[in-house]
């Protein structure tokens, strides 16, 4: 049976400017320095923004990470923090997978 993983959506906040370009957003740079040390610590698959007009992102995380602890990482993002972004923790199950 495939891994139970949690994937943190993210979208736009109150404080994200319109009109603004991604990586020119205030302060975005803090939200990728957030989740660096996941990735090199093996707790982070893969993430990255969405690249439609839409905007947002999501970030999933490795099997065996529970709710709480991707819900509390995901909250003290500095871009959460400020409300450049909003973030979303869903548990989703990887049904098809490769390999």
Known sequence: MPPL???VFHR???QWQ???PMFQQ???QAHVEHYRPWLAGGQLALGGPFMDAAGGGM?????GLDFETVQAFAQ???CVQS???VAEVRPWFSAMQAG
């Open 5 to 7: 993983r949690h994937v």
């Open 12 to 14: 736009p906040g109150p």
């Open 18 to 20: 319109p009109g603004l």
């Open 26 to 28: 205030p302060g975005l």
């Open 59 to 63: 970030m999933v995380s490795q099997p």
């Open 76 to 78: 003290a993002d500095p």
């Open 83 to 85: 409300g450049l972004l």
